[in-house]
């Protein structure tokens, strides 16, 4: 495949990644009372409102970055552990989910095109091929973001879903930092 298009197709990928990633959490902790993405215009699919240039050209080049986190006020939660939990939960999920349907098209494709010969549909062809390499790519940033999310490192969303076993004290004395 050609470098360029390459790097343009895991730009689109990581682009719609770390975009869906982000807005999830922000939905999750809408849903869960907390108002704060809303507020702040985050509560979007608009990739521009969600990019670090910094983690996105990363991420196009090395499939390991990040995008401005999602702002969040836990305290704004009907039940704070439970709205936290669920907060960081729903970035990684939707980068599996992701991943698992760019996995079922990448099959599916592949599955109804390998036995068509193509001598006279050159542009079809290179069109398939591109969009079998895209899905590939979206596949594996995505399964590798959420993956890498639920790591119990801090400050990855992992660490937060720690939390939610931590008895109470603990829980909200780890909170405070």
Known sequence: MNTVIYYLLSAVAALIALTVHEYCHGFAAYKMGDNTAKNFGRLTLNPIKH???????????FHVGWAKPVPINARNFKDPKKGFAVTAA?????????GFISAFLYLLV?????DIRFESMNFVYHLLNNLL???????????GLGLFNLLPIPPFDGSRLMYVFLPPKIYFGIMKY
């Open 51 to 61: 990019i670090d240039p910094y983690g996105a050209i990363c991420m196009v080049l």
């Open 90 to 98: 729903a970035g990684p999920a939707a980068n599996l989910i992701l």
């Open 110 to 114: 592949f599955a109804l095109v390998k």
């Open 133 to 143: 390499s895209f899905l590939f790519i979206f596949h594996s940033i995505n399964i």
